[in-house]
């Protein structure tokens, strides 16, 4: 899978927490994600993938928040939509309902288990019994 970087934005595109995982990529690149996905929208040209230069942009919105993984490799595209997918169910199950608030309540826990599901770049365990042991 690869993703070099997960970030969980508000609805205005503000970061509320990121993980760098490879450390090769400009974290500022995720300010130009939001003003191309509102271009899109405008233009109803939608797609889950959005690229910028040699950046490309992987999103889902789950209730008021946008998770977006970000490489700059040719990632298989499946393995990460599932990825962001399962860490938006283990995050329920952590916290019962994934939004803003929870995420700035629960900005440590968020942080460590963003840390256990993913190891450089590449998905570990998701599994929300196995992480709470």
């Known amino acids: 899978m690869s993703a070099s970087a997960i970030f969980i934005l508000d609805l205005k595109g503000k970061v509320l927490i990121c993980r760098n995982y490879m450390g090769n990529m400009d974290m500022n690149e995720i300010d130009h994600f939001m003003p191309m996905l509102?271009?899109?929208?405008?233009?109803?040209?939608?797609?889950?993938?959005v690229s910028h230069g040699s950046s490309h942009f992987l999103w889902i919105k789950h209730s008021n928040l946008y998770l977006v993984a970000m490489t700059k490799k040719n990632a298989n595209a499946a393995l990460v939509y599932s990825f962001l997918?399962?860490?938006v169910q283990v995050f329920k199950e952590y916290f019962k309902e994934l939004e803003e608030e929870s995420i700035r309540?629960?900005?440590v826990t968020v942080y460590e288990l963003m840390?256990?599901?993913?190891?450089?770049g590449f998905p570990q365990t998701t599994e929300s019994k196995i992480l709470q042991e």
């Open 38 to 49: 509102m271009k899109r929208e405008e233009d109803a040209e939608m797609a889950p993938l």
């Open 115 to 120: 840390d256990e599901v993913m190891d450089f």
């Open 105 to 107: 309540d629960n900005f």
């Open 85 to 87: 997918y399962r860490i």
